[in-house]
T-cell receptor, first 113, second 115 residues
Framework: DSGVTQTPKHLITATGQRVTLRCSPRSGDLSVYWYQQSLDQGLQFLIQYYNGEERAKGNILERFSAQQFPDLHSELNLSSLELGDSALYFC????????????FGPGTRLTVL | GENVEQHPSTLSVQEGDSAVIKCTYSDSASNYFPWYKQELGKGPQLIIDIRSNVGEKKDQRIAVTLNKTAKHFSLHITETQPEDSAVYFCAAGGYSGGGADGLTFGKGTHLIIQP
């Protein structure tokens, strides 16, 4: 158990819909990273937040957005969903005082029908 | 941006033998190279990592080597056991702005340990 929690575990929705994935980082970690894992694209970095502020963007679509709240939990919002958005979405957190290790949560499996 | 290539995509070894997985990266600014193990239905779990100022690091049966000049790094697992069966990912990352960047991952190696 990494200490990172993600909800829900599974999500099934229809094309065109909007969903919100939630992540709680390890206690004390200020950085949150979101990744998407799919069969064709592999594991891809989407976006990073540090203490409530966006720090880095990866291959995140304009239909996707994220935020980190004052209690440090983060949400990833996916809108106008397409079949190709079906994937595993992972959140990872990193310690505040330096250190490089990113600790991954168990993931949310999104299925778009 | 960074590009990480990983080989082989599947590796089958006899229990007790060694396994080696190789990765190359493209961005010389990358300075952090972790290896993750992912079991079915779970998130990636860090097994070992190395910074660019170190050439080799070992933790029990697992070792990682880094050749900065050639931009490649490798994972070595000795005395393999059935519980080593999983998908292994290499990754590369660096620093910009205020902290560590997101990681760029290889496509993964499915390691199968034959009894």
């Amino acid at each position: 158990d990494s200490g990172v929690t993600q909800t829900p575990k599974h999500l099934i929705t229809a094309t065109g819909q909007r969903v919100t994935l939630r992540c709680s980082p390890r206690s004390g970690d200020l950085s949150v990273y979101w990744y998407q894992q799919s069969l064709d694209q592999g594991l891809q970095f989407l976006i990073q937040y540090y203490n409530g502020e966006e720090r880095a963007k990866g291959n995140i679509l304009e239909r996707f957005s994220a935020q980190q709240f004052p209690d440090l939990h983060s949400e990833l919002n996916l809108s106008s969903l397409e079949l190709g958005d079906s994937a595993l979405y992972f959140c990872a957190s990193r310690a505040a005082g330096g250190g490089d290790t990113q600790y991954f949560g168990p993931g949310t499996r999104l299925t778009v029908l | 941006g960074e590009n990480v290539e990983q080989h082989p995509s599947t590796l089958s070894v006899q229990e007790g033998d060694s396994a080696v997985i190789k990765c190359t990266y493209s961005d010389s600014a990358s300075n952090y190279f972790p290896w993750y193990k992912q079991e079915l239905g779970k998130g990636p779990q860090l097994i070992i990592d190395i910074r660019s100022n170190v050439g080799e690091k070992k933790d029990q049966r697992i070792a990682v080597t880094l050749n900065k000049t050639a931009k490649h790094f490798s994972l070595h697992i000795t005395e393999t056991q059935p519980e080593d069966s999983a998908v292994y990912f290499c990754a590369a990352g660096g620093y910009s702005g205020g902290g560590a960047d997101g990681l760029t991952f290889g496509k993964g190696t499915h390691l199968i340990i034959q009894p």
